[in-house]
């Protein structure tokens, strides 16, 4: 989950970490929460918000007004504006970059810093990759002292003893809250200390169960303030958790596995014909998410055929085919849907699906072959 | 033996007592895996398919002598499972488990690391070694023994491969699933090197998919070390950019995630590309194996 920019710096305030003063503006009548001179933040999931026109600085009220109107009536880079964040300027002396996220490569979390703060590190990457400084941190060492004074040495750093005061926070609160990144760009030197003039903070998912309260009330935050416009399936995918993707064709897909999903959508492809969607079910899917996942990618209605596309490992085709017959018995068929099942328990699955009278092959190229010319005879 | 497994490899259950755990046990119990103990805390002192059952996996490795574990505990308590089996100096852990914090993960490949233990996955199918031993959830009816290493990210790809070689008379060495999730324990150039040095390998086929930069490290790998052939196929090609296709890693971010980029970084280093699942049969007979 990436978090908005508002809520990962009221996270920081929670672990001490020093961020400007602010309020949030949704509306407005909200002005007079305001204190000018303001700089004016539209609260959207994205990076590069300055060059998009999305950060402001207002002076007083009067100008304040119509640029907050436009602002919460814009889209940025596809999301229309949710909410703006109002703060008191910062009298900056120097800006430097520093984060704290995992090394994919290394299997280690990873502490990085740059001079070149307040500019997009993919650029700093591409332009200046000397400037970025990358130290892994063992978690079963920690950071030590003198990672942090080498740190601080190569961003030219003063006052040793808050740097590394800020920086051990916020490892802590990485740690803490399962932060999968947790990024400060830029983090203002300042006369009166280090403050956190921006934070993009990605929670793991995975990690929800340790921290439900703290996670589901992110979310139901997010929901909120979310006026992106969305189809059905795509509501009906996010409520129910299932993994799916809208494209842009009339072939519905549904697999068991990420791999042999897009290998279906490829042959899809292949054969002339355009996927709907993606959808993936995970390994570990029972007869009910079976039935759920039907559900949600026929709440398309451009779906005008659908590939149900299953080789079971750990899925048992048993329940995958129960779970189709389920959705029969509680829905009118409006599609034809085409199925590949084999694997685990296909030879109890197969013929409950032929007992049904549906087309299901063994083979995966048959299959999709199969939905396709029914497609084109529509 | 083939990589890793053998028909001699004495193999620990945990979570044998599960739903998904007694039910992947009987299946590899059919297929001749050479299960020698569960663990369950608490179901210590009782027996399923005739396997001792302990509490603790220390009691299992004292008693029984394990060279393997396998893991089906749920997420939640999959990280001590895992530091027990590391804990006991067991040499490999097949982790199943999906959906773990990564911090979990990380925590446990440091450990791993340190203790010297060979971690696949987790989210992984396993590893079977056909007509030998299986140690995983694969649908063993797909494979048969012969001289074609897999190696993949995905496992239901794994299987579809798997599937299309045994029909047209081509069996596997050893098939490895390295696991779908955002970080994993043995990486892809590890089980390259494996089936290098394989006397019973002769030819791998390797499968990628979109996002990340996972094939350009293992292209960088073939170009340096690998003498044997490898055929490549890399899934997703019509993938948008910036969506999440099923796996965390599986979302093109910049030029680098594309199949088309992918594709050219390993066709130069050596590798032979397929440029669909239909064709790896008919590229791996054109090899010779």
């Given at each position: 989950?990436r978090?908005l ?21 949704s ?15 539209a609260q959207v999931p994205v ?7 999305a ?16 602002m919460l009536a814009s889209t940025i880079k596809g999301h229309p504006v949710q909410a ?135 979310k139901?935050?997010q929901k909120k303030f979310d006026r992106t416009a969305k189809t059905k399936a795509v509501e009906l995918a996010e409520e129910r958790?299932?993994?799916y993707v809208s494209l842009k ?27 709907a969607n ?18 949600v990618v026929?709440a398309d209605k451009r779906v ?75 | ?239 948008p950019?910036g969506v ?46």
């Amino acid at each position: 989950m990436r978090l908005l920019e508002f809520q990962a710096k009221r996270l920081l305030a929670e672990k001490e970490i020093s961020i400007p003063k602010g309020a949030l503006i949704s509306s407005p009548n909200d002005l007079q929460k305001i204190v000018f001179p303001a700089l004016l933040k539209a609260q959207v999931p994205v990076g590069g918000r300055g060059k998009a026109g999305a950060i402001k600085r207002v002076e007083q009220a009067q100008e304040a007004l119509p640029v907050l109107d436009e602002m919460l009536a814009s889209t940025i880079k596809g999301h229309p504006v949710q909410a703006v964040l109002a703060e008191d300027p910062v009298e900056v002396i120097g800006e430097v970059y520093v984060a704290y996220l995992t090394d994919k490569q290394a299997n280690m979390p990873l502490l990085m810093a740059s001079s070149a703060g307040g500019v997009d590190i993919e650029e700093v990457a591409h332009t200046t990759p000397e400037l970025i400084i990358k130290r892994h941190i063992d978690p079963f060492v920690g950071v030590q002292d003198y990672e942090l004074r080498f740190l601080a040495k190569a961003l030219q750093i003063v006052d040793l003893q808050a740097f590394a005061d800020f920086i051990r926070k916020i490892c802590a609160a990485s740690q803490e809250l399962d932060a999968t990144l947790l990024e400060i760009n830029p983090l203002a030197l300042t006369p009166s200390g280090l403050i956190a003039l921006d934070a993009k903070i990605l929670l793991d998912d995975k990690a929800s169960y340790r921290h439900q309260q703290l996670f589901s009330q992110l979310k139901d935050e997010q929901k909120k303030f979310d006026r992106t416009a969305k189809t059905k399936a795509v509501e009906l995918a996010e409520e129910r958790q299932i993994n799916y993707v809208s494209l842009k064709g009339n072939i519905g897909m549904i697999a068991d596995g990420a791999g042999t999903g897009m290998l279906t959508l490829d042959m899809i492809y292949d054969m002339g014909a355009r996927p709907a969607n993606f959808c993936e079910m995970g390994g570990m899917a029972n007869a009910e998410i079976m039935q759920r996942t039907i559900e949600v990618v026929l709440a398309d209605k451009r779906v005008e055929v659908l590939v149900i596309s299953l080789i079971g490992g750990l899925t048992r085709m048993d329940e995958m085919a129960e779970g189709i017959v389920r959705y029969l018995k509680d829905n009118d068929q409006s599609v034809p849907i085409v199925i590949r099942m084999c694997g685990t328990k296909a030879d109890i699955g197969l013929p409950m699906l032929r007992g049904m009278g549906l087309d299901a092959f063994e083979d995966l190229a048959t299959t999709v072959r199969t939905a396709v010319e029914q497609a084109r005879n529509l | 033996m083939a990589i890793l497994i053998d028909e001699n490899t004495r193999v620990l259950v945990q979570g044998i007592t599960g739903n998904v755990g007694s039910f992947q046990t009987g299946i590899m119990q059919d297929y001749g895996t050479n299960t020698v103990a569960g663990v369950t805390p608490g179901k210590g002192g009782t027996e399923i398919f005739g396997i001792p059952v302990y509490d603790l996996v220390e009691e299992a490795v004292r008693e029984r002598h394990v060279d393997a574990a396998i893991s089906f505990v749920p997420a939640r308590f999959a990280k001590d499972a895992a530091m027990e089996v590391i804990g006991s100096s067991i040499p490999l852990l097949v982790l199943t488990t999906d959906g773990m914090p990564d911090q979990d993960v990380l925590t446990i490949l440091r450990y791993a690391a340190l203790k010297g233990t060979t971690v696949l996955g987790p989210d992984t199918p396993g590893l079977i070694s056909p007509g030998k031993c299986k140690l995983g959830v694969h649908p063993h009816t797909m494979f048969m023994k012969g001289p074609v290493g897999i190696v993949s990210k995905s496992g239901s790809l794994s299987y579809e491969v798997g599937r299309l070689l045994t029909e047209s008379g081509i069996g596997q060495s050893t098939v490895v699933g390295i696991g779908g999730g955002p970080i994993w324990g043995l990486s892809q150039e590890s089980v390259l090197r494996m089936f290098e040095e394989d006397p019973e390998t002769e030819a791998i086929v390797l499968l990628g998919e979109v996002g990340g930069r996972l094939e350009h490290d293992a292209a960088y790998f073939i170009s340096l070390y690998m003498k044997k052939p490898v055929i490549a196929l890399i899934v997703g090609r019509m993938a948008p950019e910036g969506v999440q296709m099923g796996h965390a890693g599986a979302i093109i971010e910049g030029e680098e995630g594309t199949a088309a980029s992918k594709i050219k970084a390993l066709k130069k280093a050596g590798a032979i590309i397929a440029s669909s699942s239909l064709n790896i049969p008919e590229l791996i007979k054109k090899v010779e194996v």
